[in-house]
């Protein structure tokens, strides 16, 4: 985990200082995370063992100094000893010796001893000059061993063991520190963690109490979504308990988050439609829409894009069609089902110079009137509902308006019409009326390329 930590603050600043190798808070900071000894108690407790390795192995260190010491006096005390045997030997045997030089006459036994005498003086005075040579050596290295006037090595010994112990003192209440301060991080770690656990809680109950103009997916998404931030702001907050380091690299971080939310702007923006597309201004599946050049029944809407079901001159293509939800910010929409699944719809034909005009008018108004029928009882339930969005009596039924264009007379009808037959009755009204003008010889149509019932 620390070294994918490690790995992504890399990227990090490969991406904002094009790998730059300059020092900088970031640099800094990955340095902190990889380096065992920064992790609080854990290098703490590395440095305390440390000194206790070294603390031991100077006191045996002092110790077999001791014994040598100890061996190496016994063995010069021991050498002293012979020593001075010998010079007592030598000594007596040198009087002997003067003894028989002053007989004038030695007797040839007494030249014997003189003799013998003689060999074992020299015989020890080469022992007393070997022993003696022994103890200059042992004693060189006595004295070398305490250093001759300066610091001995037992001395320094004991000054750094002296020395090492206080330093594990103090790196045991450095210890104690650290674990008391460990502590309280873990501490306020839970205590963030269950303020994280009680407020999404608290979230739930509150979504789940309060009543939103949302459809169920919609509200699922917006909790998940609000968990999802609670998470990662708890998650940061632990981070910044325990690597206070992180606060140096959080310019960083901000743009790393900026450039990242730059490069899914379209899809922060669908969902941002989705969430609007959900409320009561925007639409939902069912409901006829038009955007750009796409017309067509809403059948899905997902958190990224809406998909519609192509509609056409002649009713459904069967065709499916998708586009962003962030289309709603960039171009108009316009929903046909908007009242209730109601909507408007308007004929456009075009009388030639010295038809019947008021005969085509009677004869357009009763095809609508007819039509209507169909569907009158709904329109009267659904009365108020329709003033309150601004219409009045008039609108509701059946209308003929009068217009002189380039193209000839217009006559344009309006009918409030259920949005279920919507096409059905396009088609029928279009066809009645064509039948019946064509029965009459005092009504002639103009037919120009402007025969499009629409909305309004």
């Known amino acids: ?31 902190n995370v990889t380096d065992t000894s920064n992790y609080f108690i854990v290098g703490e407790v590395q440095n305390y063992y440390e000194l206790s390795d070294r603390l031991d192995s100077k006191k045996i260190e002092l110790q077999v100094l001791a014994r040598s010491q100890q061996t190496q006096q016994l063995e010069f005390d021991a ?3 012979e020593i001075a045997q010998l010079e007592t030997q030598l000594t007596q045997s040198q009087q002997q010796v003067e003894s028989l030089n002053a007989i004038e006459e030695p007797s040839e036994a007494e030249q014997t001893e003189q003799a013998a005498l003689a060999s074992e ?20 290295d006595i004295n070398q061993i305490l250093g001759e006037g300066e610091l001995s090595q037992e001395e320094t010994l004991k000054k750094e063991i ?43 109950v509150i979504f789940k109490r309060l009543h939103f103009y949302l459809t169920a997916q919609r ?12 998470n990662a702001v708890t998650i940061i907050a632990i981070l910044l308990v325990f690597f206070s380091q992180l606060i140096s690299a959080l310019p ?43 017309w067509g029944t809403v059948i899905e809407i997902n958190p990224f894009n809406t998909i519609v079901r192509q509609g056409g001159m002649s009713g459904q293509t069967g065709r499916l069609l998708t586009f962003p939800n962030k289309k709603i910010f960039e171009t108009f929409l316009e929903n046909w089902s908007k009242l209730d699944n109601f909507t408007f719809l308007k004929w456009d034909f075009f009388l030639e110079q010295g038809s019947d005009v008021e005969k085509a008018e009677a004869i357009l108004l009763q095809i609508l ?27 509701l039924k059946p209308r003929i308006f009068w217009e002189i264009q380039a193209n000839g007379i217009l006559l344009r009808g309006k009918l409030l019409v259920d949005f279920d037959e919507f096409f059905e009755i396009r088609s029928a009204v279009t066809r009645a009326f064509i039948i019946e003008v064509n029965k009459d010889d005092s009504v002639q149509l103009r037919f120009v390329n402007n025969l499009l019932p629409n909305t309004l």
Do not use: C
């Open 1 to 31: 985990m620390r070294h994918l930590l490690g790995l992504f603050l890399v990227t990090i600043i490969s991406l904002v200082n094009g790998a730059s190798a300059q020092t900088n808070p970031i640099s800094t900071l990955v340095d």
């Open 79 to 81: 050498l002293t000893d």
């Open 121 to 140: 003086i020299e015989t020890l005075e080469t022992n007393l000059s070997e022993k003696k040579i022994a103890l200059e050596v042992l004693n060189n």
């Open 162 to 204: 002296i020395r090492l112990e206080d330093e594990l003192e103090k790196s045991q209440i450095r210890l104690v520190g650290y674990a008391e301060n460990l502590i309280k991080k873990v501490i306020l770690a839970f205590a963030i963690l269950l303020l994280s656990f009680i407020l999404k809680a608290l979230v739930g």
């Open 219 to 230: 509200k699922a998404f917006i909790l998940q979504l609000i968990r999802l931030l609670i």
């Open 252 to 294: 960083y971080f901000a743009i790393f988050a900026t450039a990242l939310a730059f490069a899914m702007r379209d899809v922060i923006l669908s969902v941002i439609a989705w969430l609007i597309i959900g409320t009561k201004d925007g639409y939902k599946v069912g409901h006829y829409l038009h955007i750009d050049n796409l």
């Open 369 to 395: 009137e007819t039509e209507q029928q169909k569907f009158k009882d709904k329109i009267s339930k659904k009365r108020n509902l329709f003033m309150k969005k601004g219409l009045e009596d008039d609108d």
